[in-house]
Protein backbone atom coordinates (compact mmCIF):
# COMPACT_ATOMS: atom_id res chain seq x y z
CA UNK A 1 0.00 0.00 0.00
CA UNK A 2 1.47 3.04 -1.09
CA UNK A 3 1.95 6.83 0.39
CA UNK A 4 -0.81 7.91 -1.77
CA UNK A 5 -3.77 6.60 -0.59
CA UNK A 6 -3.43 8.01 3.01
CA UNK A 7 -5.33 11.02 2.49
CA UNK A 8 -8.31 9.11 0.01
CA UNK A 9 -9.16 6.94 2.68
CA UNK A 10 -10.42 9.59 5.61
CA UNK A 11 -12.77 8.56 7.91
CA UNK A 12 -14.02 12.06 8.78
CA UNK A 13 -14.27 13.78 5.61
CA UNK A 14 -15.98 17.06 6.86
CA UNK A 15 -12.92 17.42 9.38
CA UNK A 16 -10.73 17.28 6.85
CA UNK A 17 -9.76 16.31 3.25
CA UNK A 18 -6.81 15.65 0.76
CA UNK A 19 -6.21 16.31 -2.85
CA UNK A 20 -3.88 13.25 -3.45
CA UNK A 21 -1.11 11.93 -6.45
CA UNK A 22 -0.06 8.71 -7.56
CA UNK A 23 2.92 9.35 -8.37
CA UNK A 24 6.24 8.34 -6.43
CA UNK A 25 8.37 10.49 -4.70
CA UNK A 26 11.17 12.22 -6.53
CA UNK A 27 14.46 10.18 -5.39
CA UNK A 28 17.91 11.89 -5.75
CA UNK A 29 20.14 10.49 -8.19
CA UNK A 30 23.58 9.57 -6.44
CA UNK A 31 25.26 7.70 -3.40
CA UNK A 32 24.73 10.45 -0.87
CA UNK A 33 23.15 8.41 2.07
CA UNK A 34 20.29 10.75 3.80
CA UNK A 35 19.10 10.43 6.88
CA UNK A 36 15.72 7.84 6.64
CA UNK A 37 13.13 6.71 8.91
CA UNK A 38 13.86 3.00 10.47
CA UNK A 39 12.17 0.14 8.50
CA UNK A 40 10.45 -0.43 11.48
CA UNK A 41 8.47 2.65 10.52
CA UNK A 42 8.22 2.64 6.64
CA UNK A 43 7.16 -0.70 6.73
CA UNK A 44 3.89 -0.13 8.54
CA UNK A 45 0.74 -0.13 6.52
CA UNK A 46 -1.26 3.11 6.23
CA UNK A 47 -3.65 2.20 9.44
CA UNK A 48 -0.72 1.09 11.60
CA UNK A 49 1.22 4.31 10.56
CA UNK A 50 -1.49 6.24 11.71
CA UNK A 51 -1.73 5.14 15.77
CA UNK A 52 1.92 4.93 15.58
CA UNK A 53 2.35 9.00 14.76
CA UNK A 54 -1.24 9.64 17.24
CA UNK A 55 0.99 7.55 19.96
CA UNK A 56 4.13 9.50 19.49
CA UNK A 57 1.80 13.04 19.64
CA UNK A 58 0.01 11.63 22.77
CA UNK A 59 3.47 11.14 24.49
CA UNK A 60 5.31 14.17 23.67
CA UNK A 61 2.13 16.48 23.99
CA UNK A 62 -0.45 14.93 26.34
CA UNK A 63 -3.57 14.65 23.46
CA UNK A 64 -4.84 13.01 20.63
CA UNK A 65 -3.53 15.07 17.25
CA UNK A 66 -5.95 16.10 14.56
CA UNK A 67 -6.94 13.48 11.90
CA UNK A 68 -5.27 16.18 9.18
CA UNK A 69 -2.09 16.62 11.19
CA UNK A 70 -1.59 12.43 11.46
CA UNK A 71 -2.31 12.44 7.70
CA UNK A 72 0.24 14.67 6.84
CA UNK A 73 2.73 13.76 9.21
CA UNK A 74 1.92 9.96 7.43
CA UNK A 75 2.14 11.25 3.78
CA UNK A 76 5.40 12.96 4.84
CA UNK A 77 7.02 9.71 6.37
CA UNK A 78 6.09 8.03 2.28
CA UNK A 79 8.61 10.96 0.91
CA UNK A 80 5.88 12.85 -0.63
CA UNK A 81 5.47 16.84 -0.78
CA UNK A 82 2.35 18.75 1.46
CA UNK A 83 0.77 21.27 1.40
CA UNK A 84 -1.39 22.04 4.56
CA UNK A 85 -4.28 24.96 3.86
CA UNK A 86 -6.11 25.00 7.43
CA UNK A 87 -7.18 28.09 9.43
CA UNK A 88 -5.03 30.01 11.58
CA UNK A 89 -4.81 28.19 15.15
CA UNK A 90 -5.88 24.93 13.86
CA UNK A 91 -2.27 23.27 14.76
CA UNK A 92 -0.53 23.30 11.73
CA UNK A 93 3.01 23.72 13.41
CA UNK A 94 2.67 20.81 15.04
CA UNK A 95 2.49 18.64 11.91
CA UNK A 96 6.88 19.25 11.64
CA UNK A 97 7.42 18.71 15.03
CA UNK A 98 5.45 15.41 15.03
CA UNK A 99 7.32 14.08 12.03
CA UNK A 100 10.42 15.49 13.86
CA UNK A 101 9.79 13.07 16.87
CA UNK A 102 9.73 10.16 14.63
CA UNK A 103 13.59 9.65 14.33
CA UNK A 104 15.52 9.40 17.42
CA UNK A 105 17.08 11.61 18.91
CA UNK A 106 20.85 10.51 19.07
CA UNK A 107 20.34 10.35 14.88
CA UNK A 108 20.34 14.17 15.23
CA UNK A 109 18.01 14.90 12.48
CA UNK A 110 17.48 18.49 10.99
CA UNK A 111 13.95 20.23 10.24
CA UNK A 112 15.01 23.33 8.39
CA UNK A 113 11.82 25.47 9.01
CA UNK A 114 11.63 28.89 6.57
CA UNK A 115 9.59 31.66 8.41
CA UNK A 116 9.46 34.90 6.64
CA UNK A 117 8.57 36.58 10.31
CA UNK A 118 9.80 38.82 12.64
CA UNK A 119 9.38 37.50 15.57
CA UNK A 120 9.84 39.30 18.80
CA UNK A 121 11.95 41.31 17.04
CA UNK A 122 14.67 38.49 16.26
CA UNK A 123 15.46 38.50 12.19
CA UNK A 124 14.48 35.01 11.31
CA UNK A 125 15.35 35.56 7.76
CA UNK A 126 15.11 33.73 4.43
CA UNK A 127 17.73 35.82 3.21
CA UNK A 128 19.83 34.40 5.29
CA UNK A 129 18.88 31.08 3.43
CA UNK A 130 19.26 32.56 0.14
CA UNK A 131 21.78 34.79 0.23
CA UNK A 132 24.61 34.32 2.78
CA UNK A 133 27.79 32.38 1.99
CA UNK A 134 28.60 30.73 5.05
CA UNK A 135 25.15 29.07 5.27
CA UNK A 136 24.92 28.49 1.82
CA UNK A 137 28.52 26.38 2.09
CA UNK A 138 26.68 24.93 5.40
CA UNK A 139 23.35 24.13 3.34
CA UNK A 140 24.92 22.24 0.62
CA UNK A 141 27.50 20.40 2.31
CA UNK A 142 27.48 16.63 2.75
CA UNK A 143 27.47 16.93 6.90
CA UNK A 144 24.04 18.93 6.48
CA UNK A 145 22.16 17.52 3.48
CA UNK A 146 22.63 14.15 5.32
CA UNK A 147 20.65 15.11 8.01
CA UNK A 148 18.71 17.02 6.75
CA UNK A 149 14.66 15.01 6.71
CA UNK A 150 11.94 17.97 6.08
CA UNK A 151 11.95 21.97 4.68
CA UNK A 152 8.73 23.52 6.53
CA UNK A 153 7.82 26.69 4.24
CA UNK A 154 5.79 28.64 6.96
CA UNK A 155 2.84 31.37 6.14
CA UNK A 156 3.60 29.69 2.13
CA UNK A 157 1.13 32.21 0.75
CA UNK A 158 3.75 35.17 1.42
CA UNK A 159 5.64 33.54 -1.51
CA UNK A 160 3.06 34.88 -3.63
CA UNK A 161 2.71 37.72 -1.88
CA UNK A 162 6.27 38.51 -2.11
CA UNK A 163 6.96 37.35 -5.53
CA UNK A 164 4.68 40.23 -6.89
CA UNK A 165 6.51 42.46 -5.22
CA UNK A 166 9.82 41.13 -6.50
CA UNK A 167 8.59 40.95 -9.85
CA UNK A 168 7.16 44.79 -9.54
CA UNK A 169 3.80 43.23 -10.02
CA UNK A 170 2.29 45.08 -7.07
CA UNK A 171 2.98 48.53 -7.34
CA UNK A 172 0.17 48.24 -9.73
CA UNK A 173 -2.55 47.10 -7.28
CA UNK A 174 -3.90 49.42 -4.93
CA UNK A 175 -4.18 46.77 -2.14
CA UNK A 176 -0.61 47.18 -1.33
CA UNK A 177 -1.33 50.95 -0.71
CA UNK A 178 -3.95 49.82 1.69
CA UNK A 179 -1.56 47.39 3.86
CA UNK A 180 1.70 49.03 4.78
CA UNK A 181 4.61 46.92 6.30
CA UNK A 182 2.58 43.38 4.20
CA UNK A 183 5.52 43.00 1.57
CA UNK A 184 8.26 44.62 2.29
CA UNK A 185 10.69 42.80 4.89
CA UNK A 186 11.47 39.36 2.69
CA UNK A 187 10.73 39.40 -1.00
CA UNK A 188 13.59 36.97 -1.27
CA UNK A 189 10.75 34.37 -0.19
CA UNK A 190 9.41 34.61 -3.35
CA UNK A 191 12.41 33.16 -5.45
CA UNK A 192 13.17 29.76 -3.42
CA UNK A 193 12.74 27.07 -5.61
CA UNK A 194 16.38 27.02 -6.72
CA UNK A 195 17.67 26.26 -3.29
CA UNK A 196 14.51 23.96 -1.74
CA UNK A 197 15.42 22.34 -5.64
CA UNK A 198 18.81 21.19 -4.77
CA UNK A 199 17.42 18.71 -2.02
CA UNK A 200 14.52 16.59 -3.93
CA UNK A 201 15.03 14.18 -1.78
CA UNK A 202 13.74 15.70 1.22
CA UNK A 203 9.68 15.98 1.55
CA UNK A 204 8.56 20.08 1.36
CA UNK A 205 5.93 20.64 4.25
CA UNK A 206 3.83 24.23 2.93
CA UNK A 207 1.91 25.66 5.68
CA UNK A 208 -1.02 28.37 4.76
CA UNK A 209 -4.18 29.81 6.25
CA UNK A 210 -5.30 31.89 3.05
CA UNK A 211 -4.06 30.56 -0.26
CA UNK A 212 -6.64 30.69 -2.71
CA UNK A 213 -6.18 28.95 -6.16
CA UNK A 214 -4.23 31.60 -7.94
CA UNK A 215 -1.91 31.87 -5.57
CA UNK A 216 -1.29 28.33 -4.92
CA UNK A 217 -0.48 27.73 -8.59
CA UNK A 218 1.49 30.95 -8.34
CA UNK A 219 3.90 29.01 -5.15
CA UNK A 220 3.80 26.00 -7.18
CA UNK A 221 5.02 27.46 -9.65
CA UNK A 222 7.76 29.86 -8.10
CA UNK A 223 8.91 26.43 -5.92
CA UNK A 224 9.13 24.53 -9.17
CA UNK A 225 7.00 22.08 -8.19
CA UNK A 226 3.97 20.35 -10.31
CA UNK A 227 0.44 20.30 -9.21
CA UNK A 228 0.89 16.33 -8.81
CA UNK A 229 3.86 16.13 -6.61
CA UNK A 230 2.20 17.60 -4.22
CA UNK A 231 -0.56 16.19 -1.75
CA UNK A 232 -2.98 18.94 -0.53
CA UNK A 233 -4.61 18.68 2.79
CA UNK A 234 -7.53 20.87 3.62
CA UNK A 235 -8.18 21.07 7.39
CA UNK A 236 -10.85 23.09 8.97
CA UNK A 237 -10.86 27.54 7.68
CA UNK A 238 -13.74 28.58 10.26
CA UNK A 239 -13.31 29.76 13.71
CA UNK A 240 -16.59 29.06 14.84
CA UNK A 241 -15.29 30.85 18.70
CA UNK A 242 -14.42 34.31 16.34
CA UNK A 243 -18.00 36.39 16.11
CA UNK A 244 -17.37 38.94 12.86
CA UNK A 245 -18.90 42.15 13.28
CA UNK A 246 -18.73 44.93 10.04
CA UNK A 247 -19.31 48.28 10.68
CA UNK A 248 -19.77 51.39 8.01
CA UNK A 249 -17.01 54.28 8.53
CA UNK A 250 -18.73 56.85 9.21
CA UNK A 251 -15.67 59.41 9.23
CA UNK A 252 -12.62 59.78 7.00
CA UNK A 253 -9.97 56.44 7.15
CA UNK A 254 -7.36 58.81 7.84
CA UNK A 255 -8.88 60.20 10.82
CA UNK A 256 -9.41 56.86 12.62
CA UNK A 257 -12.21 58.17 14.99
CA UNK A 258 -14.84 55.53 14.07
CA UNK A 259 -12.43 53.78 16.98
CA UNK A 260 -14.20 56.64 19.19
CA UNK A 261 -17.69 54.71 20.27
CA UNK A 262 -15.81 51.39 20.94
CA UNK A 263 -13.82 52.85 24.25
CA UNK A 264 -15.23 54.28 27.21
CA UNK A 265 -13.63 57.13 29.58
CA UNK A 266 -11.08 55.83 32.00
CA UNK A 267 -13.09 56.90 35.12
CA UNK A 268 -15.49 53.53 33.82
CA UNK A 269 -13.44 51.15 32.87
CA UNK A 270 -9.47 50.87 34.40
CA UNK A 271 -6.91 50.89 31.84
CA UNK A 272 -6.11 47.33 33.26
CA UNK A 273 -9.51 45.89 32.65
CA UNK A 274 -9.79 46.89 28.94
CA UNK A 275 -10.00 43.48 26.90
CA UNK A 276 -6.65 42.75 25.19
CA UNK A 277 -7.54 44.13 21.76
CA UNK A 278 -4.93 44.57 18.52
CA UNK A 279 -5.74 47.55 16.32
CA UNK A 280 -4.59 46.81 12.97
CA UNK A 281 -4.33 50.20 10.53
CA UNK A 282 -3.21 50.31 7.33
CA UNK A 283 0.00 52.71 6.84
CA UNK A 284 2.39 53.61 10.01
CA UNK A 285 1.78 56.96 10.42
CA UNK A 286 -2.35 56.20 11.45
CA UNK A 287 -0.75 53.67 14.14
CA UNK A 288 -0.14 57.05 16.35
CA UNK A 289 -3.79 58.05 14.59
CA UNK A 290 -5.25 55.27 16.54
CA UNK A 291 -3.22 56.29 19.50
CA UNK A 292 -4.46 59.70 19.76
CA UNK A 293 -8.00 58.94 19.08
CA UNK A 294 -7.80 56.46 22.05
CA UNK A 295 -6.71 59.02 24.08
CA UNK A 296 -9.30 61.02 23.36
CA UNK A 297 -11.85 58.87 24.07
CA UNK A 298 -10.40 57.64 27.59
CA UNK A 299 -10.24 61.38 28.36
CA UNK A 300 -6.60 61.62 28.36
CA UNK A 301 -4.36 64.10 26.67
CA UNK A 302 -4.78 63.52 22.97
CA UNK A 303 -1.05 63.76 21.59
CA UNK A 304 0.61 62.23 24.67
CA UNK A 305 2.04 59.15 23.53
CA UNK A 306 4.50 57.11 25.87
CA UNK A 307 6.47 54.27 24.65
CA UNK A 308 6.02 53.10 27.93
CA UNK A 309 2.34 53.23 28.20
CA UNK A 310 -0.08 50.97 30.31
CA UNK A 311 -2.75 51.63 27.95
CA UNK A 312 -1.85 51.79 24.45
CA UNK A 313 1.21 51.01 22.38
CA UNK A 314 2.40 51.36 18.88
CA UNK A 315 4.33 48.44 16.45
CA UNK A 316 5.03 48.85 12.66
CA UNK A 317 8.36 47.88 10.50
CA UNK A 318 10.27 51.05 11.42
CA UNK A 319 9.78 50.88 15.16
CA UNK A 320 13.18 50.37 16.46
CA UNK A 321 14.58 46.46 16.82
CA UNK A 322 14.49 47.24 20.99
CA UNK A 323 11.35 48.80 21.02
CA UNK A 324 9.92 45.93 19.12
CA UNK A 325 11.18 43.74 21.63
CA UNK A 326 10.56 45.27 24.70
CA UNK A 327 6.68 46.08 23.66
CA UNK A 328 5.98 42.06 22.34
CA UNK A 329 7.61 40.75 25.33
CA UNK A 330 5.49 43.31 27.98
CA UNK A 331 1.81 43.23 25.88
CA UNK A 332 2.67 38.82 26.55
CA UNK A 333 3.45 39.84 30.24
CA UNK A 334 -0.01 41.53 30.20
CA UNK A 335 1.92 44.80 30.95
CA UNK A 336 -0.82 46.82 28.99
CA UNK A 337 -3.92 45.73 26.95
CA UNK A 338 -3.75 47.47 22.94
CA UNK A 339 -1.55 47.65 20.76
CA UNK A 340 -2.01 49.70 17.73
CA UNK A 341 0.12 48.13 14.64
CA UNK A 342 0.26 47.89 11.15
CA UNK A 343 0.77 44.54 9.19
CA UNK A 344 4.44 44.16 10.57
CA UNK A 345 2.69 42.40 13.60
CA UNK A 346 0.77 40.55 11.75
CA UNK A 347 1.64 36.97 10.86
CA UNK A 348 2.36 34.11 13.26
CA UNK A 349 2.00 35.40 16.95
CA UNK A 350 0.61 33.21 19.31
CA UNK A 351 -0.94 35.16 21.73
CA UNK A 352 -3.43 33.23 23.38
CA UNK A 353 -4.83 36.65 25.63
CA UNK A 354 -5.87 37.90 22.84
CA UNK A 355 -10.01 38.60 22.48
CA UNK A 356 -10.40 41.41 20.04
CA UNK A 357 -9.24 42.31 16.45
CA UNK A 358 -10.06 45.44 14.82
CA UNK A 359 -9.17 46.77 11.45
CA UNK A 360 -9.74 49.61 9.77
CA UNK A 361 -10.80 50.47 6.19
CA UNK A 362 -10.61 47.97 3.00
CA UNK A 363 -7.45 45.55 2.13
CA UNK A 364 -7.34 42.27 1.19
CA UNK A 365 -9.09 39.97 2.31
CA UNK A 366 -6.71 36.96 3.28
CA UNK A 367 -4.22 39.49 5.08
CA UNK A 368 -7.35 40.71 7.22
CA UNK A 369 -8.49 37.10 8.15
CA UNK A 370 -4.68 36.32 8.74
CA UNK A 371 -5.42 39.38 11.25
CA UNK A 372 -8.95 38.52 12.75
CA UNK A 373 -6.78 35.01 13.35
CA UNK A 374 -4.66 36.49 16.22
CA UNK A 375 -8.16 36.27 18.78
CA UNK A 376 -9.73 33.36 20.60
CA UNK A 377 -6.39 31.51 20.23
CA UNK A 378 -7.11 29.81 23.44
CA UNK A 379 -10.22 28.66 22.37
CA UNK A 380 -12.03 31.03 24.00
CA UNK A 381 -14.69 33.40 22.31
CA UNK A 382 -12.97 36.19 20.28
CA UNK A 383 -14.47 39.22 18.88
CA UNK A 384 -12.87 40.72 15.25
CA UNK A 385 -14.31 44.29 14.41
CA UNK A 386 -14.19 45.65 10.48
CA UNK A 387 -14.83 48.88 10.31
CA UNK A 388 -15.13 49.62 6.18
CA UNK A 389 -15.75 52.80 4.08
CA UNK A 390 -18.58 53.23 2.09
CA UNK A 391 -16.85 54.28 -0.82
CA UNK A 392 -13.24 53.97 -2.04
CA UNK A 393 -11.80 56.71 -4.80
CA UNK A 394 -11.12 54.87 -7.75
CA UNK A 395 -12.60 51.63 -6.42
CA UNK A 396 -16.22 49.27 -6.68
CA UNK A 397 -18.87 50.29 -4.56
CA UNK A 398 -21.36 48.74 -6.19
CA UNK A 399 -22.23 45.61 -7.09
CA UNK A 400 -22.62 46.97 -10.47
CA UNK A 401 -19.69 48.13 -10.70
CA UNK A 402 -18.24 44.56 -10.97
CA UNK A 403 -19.91 44.00 -14.02
CA UNK A 404 -21.96 40.29 -14.62
CA UNK A 405 -20.93 37.01 -15.42
CA UNK A 406 -17.03 38.31 -15.18
CA UNK A 407 -14.54 36.07 -12.81
CA UNK A 408 -12.92 38.92 -10.44
CA UNK A 409 -9.56 37.83 -10.12
CA UNK A 410 -7.78 40.70 -9.00
CA UNK A 411 -6.58 41.43 -5.39
CA UNK A 412 -8.26 45.02 -5.89
CA UNK A 413 -11.47 43.30 -6.61
CA UNK A 414 -11.31 40.92 -3.84
CA UNK A 415 -10.35 44.27 -1.95
CA UNK A 416 -13.59 46.27 -2.78
Not at 6 to 17: C, D, T, V, Y
Not at 45 to 65: A, C, F, I
Not at 119 to 135: I, K, M, R, W
Request: glycine share 6%; charged share 30%; hydrophobic share 35%.
Amino acid sequence: MDGSSLAISARNPSEARAESTSLPPPKLKGNKAHLQLTQEITSLDNDNLRDYVTGQSKEHYKEDPKKLQVDTVCNLARGYHSFVLAGTGYGKSRIAELYYHMYAPQRKPVVLVLNPLDSLGEDQSPEVFLNNELFTELYFSSEFQSRLVLIVLDEAHMVYVWGLVESGKAKFLSVRDRLQDYGIFRPSYGKLGDRLMATSDVPILLLSATCRPVAVESILGSLMLKRVDVTFFHGELVRNEIRILRFYMDYPLKSCEDLLRMFSKEAEISDDNLIPTLIYSGTRKATLSVIDVLNKARGKKRKDYDSASKFVRRYHACTGNEDKLDCTKDFENEDFPIFSSTMALGLGQNWKRVRCVIHIGRGDPSMISQMMGRCGRDGRPGLAILFMERKRKNGKNAVKDFGSGKEQLTDDDRMD
